[in-house]
């Protein structure tokens, strides 16, 4: 019987679950926020029309971007290894675009005579309009120079390198004037509120997280949807850190040298265009003198590796929420496997071999108890029919009985419940972790990150649940109303994992199958075990 309330446990846990991911994202405005007076700052960075005249192309091996020579911005960044579509190799995943919509990584100085103290803003000067990352080249230097009258030269540096989503961002102010002069760096991202135009599809209502993300100083890792932004606005002061916009698989963020004192706010405009920026203290360069300030910003896929080696903290944008620490090493797992198997299909069923083997001793404890809860089943139909309409008296011969015979009746729930965080861990990681999106396995399964087209793998997991169904000890004191209702649920839930990811059910197949034949093994050595005594 407990058993069974168990497996009604089960489906009452995912359904809770489904209803705590079931994120929000309706928008709100805000009227637009000024950069706080004591940085010294009395505009924002302007948001003008970009011109394709003034377009510069820099294309490396990972994406295509595109930098605004009005004020130095990048404006479009394509990801050469991610397509927009699964199969569709002609249509690249597109984070900044400036085209029909507004997301763009924007940077300034302030200060007297600097290039966006005022508008329009100042059109840099380039070598070429083209830039190419070759064959045999790590890194590609692309450089912006813009001089005001009074003999200060800007050069605004974007430096690539091979392989790496990270962009460095550096400006070198050389003051060859007779005063002394004070400058302040802005760096913001601003984005509409539009769909990214690259979530999959829906799975039970469930949608991935698109807003803003930073860091607190106390927490490294804070996100909030654009509603909740719209309501309070950013304001913090702290050191080093980063800001950022997450989306389903991806994040863009720009990332201060660590040692700076910054100042993080944000704005909603009522046209709902949504800034967070952060500006930096004021940097004096003399006359006569030339200083530098650094910066990075971060275009590209949640790569837990690249992350972590990008900032403090940007390595919880790949949101495991408050399973991370089964999540993260099971993500792990995953990766370790695949770099062998080269599959992650099978990856995931490795991953769930190594849980199935950690677990077995519980689970061991949990096919004894009901072997033991099986061979009781014959004393136990005595007593319903001896006790059978006083419950109380019934119950407490059957604690009688247990106690007698050695028999645990809850000793089949702790495995089950050590389940459900691992099993919503691995949604998690399939539902964040990049490696998966557009992954095969092998047949139709060409994405393990949605749904099984053909509903195969479901069906399967019913069926499996069905056989672990039958091969669980039935109780005689059990609502033959109870008992309906717990023959369903093989049904409900294939119902429920048609919408889940492929590789979740994958996953839950496997370890159904492993559990049927773990139950089987011990139930039939008890079996022998019990002839021999009898001999």
């Known amino acids: 019987m407990e058993s069974m309330r168990g497996f009604f446990i089960l489906g009452f846990a995912i ?62 960044a394509e990801l050469n290894d991610y397509n927009k579509e699964l199969n569709n190799e002609q249509e690249k995943a597109v984070l900044f675009d400036y085209r029909d919509r507004v997301y763009q990584a924007k940077s300034a100085l302030l200060g007297t005579g ?3 103290n005022q508008l329009p803003r100042a059109t840099y000067q380039t070598e070429q309009s083209s830039y190419s990352l070759q064959d045999g080249q790590d890194e590609l230097v692309v450089p912006l ?93 702290r050191q080093g850190g980063w800001i950022g916009y997450l989306q389903h698989y991806f994040i863009s963020a720009w ?30 360069v003399p006359a006569q003198g030339e200083k530098a300030i650094n910066a990075t910003l ?25 399973v991370w620490w089964i999540g993260l090493p099971l993500y792990k ?19 769930t071999l190594v849980v199935k083997a950690l677990l077995y001793p519980l689970s061991a404890a949990q096919y004894r108890s009901m072997a033991n809860m099986r061979k009781l089943a014959p004393k136990m139909q005595q007593l319903k029919e001896r006790y059978g309409e006083d419950k109380q008296r019934m119950q407490q011969e059957m604690m009688k009985m247990y106690k007698e015979e050695g028999a645990n009746p809850f000793g089949g729930c702790l495995p089950m419940l050590l389940q459900f965080p691992i099993f919503i861990a691995l949604y998690y990681v399939l539902f964040e972790a990049v490696e998966l999106r557009h992954a095969p396995f092998f047949g ?46 093989p049904v409900v839930f294939t119902v429920f994992m048609l919408f889940f990811p492929a590789g979740l059910v994958l996953y839950w197949l496997c370890n159904n199958l492993i559990s049927v034949a773990q139950q089987q093994y011990i139930t039939k050595k008890i079996e022998r075990q019990g002839n021999a005594k009898a001999k």
């Open 15 to 76: 359904c809770s679950f489904l209803l705590y991911q079931a994120w929000q994202k309706d928008y709100g405005p805000q009227p637009e926020q000024e950069i706080n007076e004591q940085f010294g700052q009395s505009n924002t960075v302007a948001n003008s029309k970009v011109e394709t005249d003034n377009l510069i192309e820099v294309v490396t091996d990972v994406f295509k971007i595109k930098i605004d020579r009005v004020g130095g911005d990048v404006v479009y």
């Open 114 to 116: 600097a290039p966006d």
């Open 145 to 237: 120079t813009w001089a005001n009258d009074e003999g200060v030269v800007f050069t605004k540096t974007f430096t690539f390198n091979r392989n790496d989503y990270e962009i460095d961002v550096q400006y070198k102010v050389n003051n060859q004037s007779n005063n002394d002069r004070t400058y302040n760096f802005v760096a913001e991202l601003i984005r509409d509120q539009k769909p990214t135009g690259l979530e999959e599809k829906s799975q039970f209502g469930m949608s991935p997280f698109l807003g803003v993300a930073y860091s607190p100083e106390e927490r490294k890792y804070e996100k909030i949807s654009f509603e909740d932004l719209a309501e309070e606005p950013i304001n913090v002061t």
């Open 255 to 284: 990332i201060p040298e660590q040692q700076e004192q910054i100042k993080v706010t944000s704005t909603v405009k009522p046209n709902q265009d949504t800034i967070i920026r952060f500006i930096q203290p004021t940097v004096a």
């Open 298 to 322: 971060y275009v590209g896929p949640k790569i837990l590796k690249r992350l972590e080696a990008a900032a403090p903290g940007l390595e919880k944008s790949l949101d495991l929420s408050w």
């Open 333 to 351: 797992l995953m990766q370790f496997f695949y770099s062998f198997v080269a599959n992650w299909g099978v990856a995931i069923i490795l991953v």
């Open 444 to 489: 139709w399964i060409q994405d393990l990150s949605v749904a099984d087209p053909y509903f195969v793998l479901p069906l399967l997991m019913g069926g499996s649940m069905w056989l672990m169904q039958k091969l669980q000890p039935q109780s005689p004191t059990m609502d033959p109303m109870q008992q309906k209702i717990m023959s369903y649920l």
